[in-house]
C-alpha cells in the first residue's frame, strides 16, 4: 500500500493535509482494520479541538474507533457525504475526508515513509 505524501499520519491511523486550513481521514490501514463503516460521529462546525483527544468516532461492522484530533484549531466544515454514506469513507479513505479545520497547532505527526514504517511494525 501506497500512502500520499501530500499529507501527515498519525499512530492512531488517520491523516491531515498541509497548510491552514486542513482536511482530516482516515488511513487505508485503518479503512482495511474497520472493513466497512456504518455510522460516524463528527465534531461540530465551530467545535474547538485539541490535538490528541476524541473528537468523534466512526463505527463499523466490526468495531467502533475513537478520531483523535492531529491538531488543535477550529472545524470549519464537515463531509456531509461521509454523514450520509459512512461505507464512501471506508471504501475510498484517501479520497473521502471526514471534517476540516483551521489549524493553530499539529501534534505529533509522520511523513507517509514513516507511516508506512510504522505499520509495516503492526
Request: net charge negative; with cysteine.
Amino acid at each position: 500500500m501506497t500512502y500520499p505524501t501530500d499529507r501527515m499520519y498519525s499512530q492512531d491511523h488517520e491523516w491531515i493535509t498541509e497548510g491552514e486550513t486542513a482536511r482530516v481521514g482516515i488511513t487505508a490501514f485503518a479503512a482495511q482494520a474497520l472493513d466497512e463503516a456504518v455510522y460516524v460521529d463528527l465534531p461540530e462546525v465551530g467545535a474547538e479541538l485539541t490535538a490528541g483527544e476524541a473528537c468523534g468516532e466512526i463505527e463499523s461492522v466490526k468495531s467502533v474507533s475513537d478520531l483523535i484530533a492531529l491538531a488543535s484549531g477550529t472545524v470549519s466544515a464537515i463531509n456531509d457525504a461521509v454523514v450520509d454514506d459512512p461505507k464512501i469513507a471506508t471504501d475510498d479513505p484517501h479520497e473521502n475526508w471526514l471534517y476540516e479545520m483551521a489549524v493553530t497547532e499539529r501534534g505529533e505527526l509522520m511523513d507517509s515513509a514513516a507511516y508506512d514504517a510504522f505499520i509495516q511494525e503492526q
